[in-house]
């Protein structure tokens, strides 16, 4: 590993998974930190009584260009933050936001950006309650930076997590893959197409919430952001010791994005989603997990695209890593890499 | 106003005010945002029945160098937020910490701010629950930004807030002011002294519960950081609509502190710390408040510094504003202005 930071280092894929092992966990770990979920589920000795826990999560935005189709910064800030408590099964209730500011950013792009986070915020549920403003030298930043925190109430009972993952377990995707992702980037390159291409950043947390009522035993909830699919998936193997089996076919991919991402030579297992929920439900609750979410909003295009595998699956070469594989509409089978380097930056 | 973002919006002064009501509150207000305190206290129905309520404040740490004599930016994420938390009289448990990296930070520099986190976290007992990192291409960034949010839980019937302040309330302060500002802007300056300026840096929860607990009637807790004890005192009392009567021969300010602002051309009373924190007491409860102050951790200094009059007290003008005072050593009277301009950027 280099020993500077790089690019790479902040792109969701292996690099990063190796300097939050690195830096982070292997000097500052402890048993919370460590589960490896989006969202810390807490409870402390006050709340025993009520039986209630605390979810809490953070991410940073740093997308460039920060005003995007579909969406900006300020969208992204509240839906990221929302998506990844609502991942916990939690009810998503208040955000902090802190701004890191450019000298010499716009102050009418700052309160276009700060209205957007109004409506999301509104759409979501949730409360602003608290912020922070700092400013720095004219290239020292890049326009605007924004850093939400979140936290959320989960219910008694609910317990979900990666290592949940059973073998037989279906995998239920809440849409079509890759928008988000697709629009920055085309954005980037200066590329147009007809039908044009729109982030797809979305609160999910009362999709979230309609799942678990109609699949009361979920397994886990996972938004696919950073390095797409495929290092979600990953993840959830390694966390389940498991492996993961998706039938190409079967996820929903818009024709325009598949379209821009074979022109920009991205893989669409690697492009990030800032709407969309990944569920791994029990098979016998899958219909239902699925119903329940194409009658959510944002949820109408969901599918089964694959199931948990145990690594002694006969269909699976005898590596016996806990990886993903897909099943292409050849029916031959490959390992769905993670990402690597640095090809994604500043997606989020 | 500029149309632009400049410094002076991140100063903790008047145009960082001016920033706030223009761009957040005034598009995205809400009750719980708008109290002005520096951590949301917060009661979701499924605590009600417990009477426990939740604190929750976030701030990004940005300060240039971030090693500095007497701590870093990791040792300034960790109490800043601990701090925020304390002022409200929660205890606080969790922190969250987003890191914004520039290409190029030395893996090893970023290692020594983690250690550096764990160890304040260990001090102020609070664990880091949750986290993200960004990378952002270099001169897009300043080798590294943290943000830091943290939840803590407030016991029932503590009710502290700016606006509870009184004429005749005594005014405490926990040690000397200065240190943590000048420390920074004398490493910037090149300065050397023979008497280290070290930045006073420290977690405040065992401070602040101690004078809790001595004094119940406490009416509110703040930390003196950006824009020192000006902009704190000040804001106290405009949410009270009081004035406010600072004794400045009692303010404690360390000699190497004051000559070391002189030199460098700065008040001391808008100068940054990071260690130390102002409580608000009634009168009958001074004595025990600043008894519980010096034998607390990082309070052996504490002193009675001035007290809340009402904007009708004789000795003052007939302004009618809700400002601070300063009664000189020859017994006259000055405004304690408010922090205005860029003079102190990045302090934090």
């Known amino acids: 590993m280099s020993d500077r930071i790089t690019m790479a280092h902040g792109s969701g894929g292996t690099q990063m998974q ?3 092992e690195q830096a982070f966990t292997s000097i500052y770990g402890n048993a919370l930190l460590l589960t490896g979920d989006d969202a810390a589920v807490l409870q402390p000795e006050e709340l025993q009584a009520s039986g209630a826990r605390l979810a809490f999560s953070t991410d940073s935005y740093v997308v460039t260009p920060p005003v995007f189709p579909g969406g900006d910064i300020g969208r992204l800030a509240v839906c990221g933050t929302v998506n990844d ?23 009418a792009e700052l309160k276009r950006i700060v209205a957007s986070i109004a409506t999301a915020a509104e759409q979501a549920g949730v409360l602003v309650v608290t912020g922070d403003t700092k400013v720095v030298e004219q290239g020292k930043g890049d326009g605007i930076y924004i850093n939400s925190s979140g936290v959320g109430v989960v219910a008694p009972g609910v317990e979900l997590g990666g290592r949940n993952c059973k073998p037989g377990d279906i995998i239920v995707c809440s849409g079509s893959l890759g928008d988000h992702g697709i629009a920055i980037m085309s954005m980037r390159e200066g590329l147009n197409f007809e039908a044009p291409l729109q982030s797809d950043a979305a609160p999910l947390d009362k999709l979230t919430s309609a799942v678990l009522a109609a699949a009361p035993h979920t397994r886990c909830f996972r938004d696919p952001t950073r390095g797409g699919l495929a290092s979600t998936l990953t993840e959830l193997a390694r966390q389940s010791c498991t492996c993961m089996l998706v039938e190409e076919d079967k996820v929903p ?8 991402a074979d022109m920009l030579g991205y893989d669409v297992f690697h492009l990030a989603n800032e709407g969309k929920m990944i569920a791994v439900v ?12 194409q009658q959510s909003p944002y ?3 969901a599918a089964l695209i694959g199931t948990v595998v145990s690594v002694e699956h006969p269909e699976l070469p005898r590596s016996h890593k806990h990886q993903v594989y897909v099943r292409t509409s050849l029916g031959t089978l490959r390992v769905m890499d993670v990402l690597s380097g640095e090809q994604l930056p500043r997606i989020c």
């Open 282 to 293: 029990p098979e016998e609750e899958a219909a239902a997990a699925l119903l329940a979410m």
């Open 85 to 107: 408590l609502a991942t916990s099964g939690a009810r998503p209730l208040y955000l902090s936001l802190g701004f890191i500011l450019e000298e010499g950013f716009l102050l």
């Open 253 to 260: 991919i818009k024709d325009a994005v598949r379209g821009a």
């Open 18 to 20: 190796e300097l939050v």
């Open 299 to 301: 949820g109408s295009d």
